[in-house]
């Protein structure tokens, strides 16, 4: 808002934001999986990070990133109609890293 004029209007077009108004999209990621696989014989240190985010047409999408430790890694999105789909992706995902060797680590912020 310019406010070294006099505005003459009761009520500015640049009013602060109330708010989303898709109230699901204020919730930040949920369901943070962080996995590591560090196997020193095979100079093997690879990440695995899940996360759960909304969608703007009211679905879930499970966001997928890995690569080796200090790297940027690759991204993938899977989308699901429901919040209930993807966890259940997720756990899936999250089951067959550990069946591999993959192991939680807390996330470094």
């Known amino acids: 808002m310019n406010r070294y004029f006099l505005i003459?209007?009761?009520s500015s077009l640049d009013a602060p934001s109330k708010g989303s108004e898709n109230p699901a999209?204020?919730?930040d990621a949920t369901g943070l999986?962080?996995?590591h696989r560090i196997d020193t014989t095979q100079n093997m240190r690879r990440f695995y990070m899940l996360a759960i985010q909304?969608?703007?047409f009211?679905?879930?999408s499970v966001i997928r990133n890995w690569g080796?430790?200090?790297s940027?890694?690759?991204t993938m999105v899977d989308t699901f109609d429901s919040e209930e789909d993807a966890d259940t992706a997720l756990a899936r995902i999250e089951r067959t890293k550990k069946r591999r060797g993959y192991i939680?680590?807390?996330p470094s912020e």
């Open 8 to 10: 003459d209007s009761e």
């Open 25 to 27: 999209m204020e919730k």
């Open 33 to 35: 999986v962080h996995l």
């Open 54 to 56: 909304p969608t703007l």
């Open 58 to 60: 009211g679905g879930a």
């Open 68 to 70: 080796r430790i200090g």
């Open 72 to 74: 940027s890694g690759q």
């Open 104 to 106: 939680s680590v807390q």
